[in-house]
C-alpha cells in the first residue's frame, strides 16, 4: 500500500529523471494524456524526433499492482522505468516487466542515472506524427496557461 510520502518521492523521481533527459537533449513534459485513456508520467522528444516514455514506480506494490504501463507501448518508440534510490532492482529482471526492451532509471530529486538503455521499437511514421504534435500543442498550451490548462 502506497504511504503519505509516495507523492513527494514521485515528484523527486520526475525531477530527478527530467534533469537526466535535459542532459540528453531530450524535451520532457509531466503528465501527459495518451488516447488510450492512459497518462505517461514523464514524456520527451529526442532531437531526431523519437518519442520516450517514463513510468515512475516507488514501491514494490506499485510496480507490481499495476498492469496498465504495456498501453503505453503503442505511444513511444523507447519506454523507462524510473525508481528511487533503494528501490529493489532485481524486480526488474522479471519478464512481464520487458527488460528486454524497458530500460531503466534511478532517480532523486537532484540528478538520474540511466542504469539500463531501453530498446528502439520505432512508431509508425503516421504515429509518430500525431503524437509529435499533440505534445508540441500540449507544451504550448502549458507554457501559455499553466500546468492546469494543460
Given at each position: 500500500?502506497?504511504?503519505?510520502?509516495?507523492?513527494?518521492?514521485?515528484?523527486?523521481?520526475?525531477?530527478?529523471?527530467?534533469?537526466?533527459?535535459?542532459?540528453?537533449?531530450?524535451?520532457?513534459?509531466?503528465?501527459?494524456p495518451l488516447g488510450n485513456n492512459r497518462r505517461?508520467?514523464?514524456?520527451?522528444?529526442?532531437?531526431?524526433?523519437?518519442?520516450?516514455?517514463?513510468?515512475?514506480?516507488?514501491?514494490?506494490?506499485?510496480?507490481?499492482?499495476?498492469?496498465?504501463?504495456?498501453?503505453?507501448?503503442?505511444?513511444?518508440?523507447?519506454?523507462?522505468?524510473?525508481?528511487?534510490?533503494?528501490?529493489?532492482?532485481?524486480?526488474?529482471?522479471?519478464?512481464?516487466?520487458?527488460?528486454?526492451?524497458?530500460?531503466?532509471?534511478?532517480?532523486?530529486?537532484?540528478?538520474?542515472?540511466?542504469?539500463?538503455?531501453?530498446?528502439?521499437?520505432?512508431?509508425?511514421?503516421?504515429?509518430?506524427?500525431?503524437?509529435?504534435?499533440?505534445?508540441?500543442?500540449?507544451?504550448?498550451?502549458?507554457?501559455?496557461?499553466?500546468?492546469?490548462?494543460?
Amino acid at each position: 500500500m502506497a504511504g503519505d510520502s509516495d507523492p513527494l518521492i514521485a515528484a523527486d523521481v520526475v525531477r530527478g529523471t527530467a534533469r537526466l533527459m535535459l542532459r540528453h537533449d531530450w524535451m520532457a513534459m509531466a503528465e501527459v494524456p495518451l488516447g488510450n485513456n492512459r497518462r505517461a508520467d514523464l514524456m520527451a522528444l529526442c532531437p531526431k524526433g523519437s518519442i520516450t516514455i517514463v513510468e515512475i514506480k516507488v514501491s514494490r506494490a506499485d510496480l507490481l499492482g499495476d498492469g496498465k504501463w504495456p498501453d503505453y507501448l503503442d505511444y513511444c518508440d523507447r519506454y523507462f522505468w524510473a525508481v528511487p534510490q533503494g528501490f529493489d532492482l532485481t524486480l526488474f529482471d522479471r519478464p512481464e516487466l520487458m527488460p528486454d526492451r524497458a530500460g531503466l532509471i534511478v532517480a532523486d530529486r537532484y540528478d538520474a542515472v540511466m542504469l539500463r538503455e531501453a530498446v528502439d521499437h520505432p512508431l509508425a511514421a503516421a504515429r509518430r506524427k500525431a503524437e509529435t504534435l499533440k505534445f508540441a500543442r500540449r507544451a504550448s498550451r502549458r507554457l501559455m496557461f499553466g500546468e492546469d490548462e494543460a
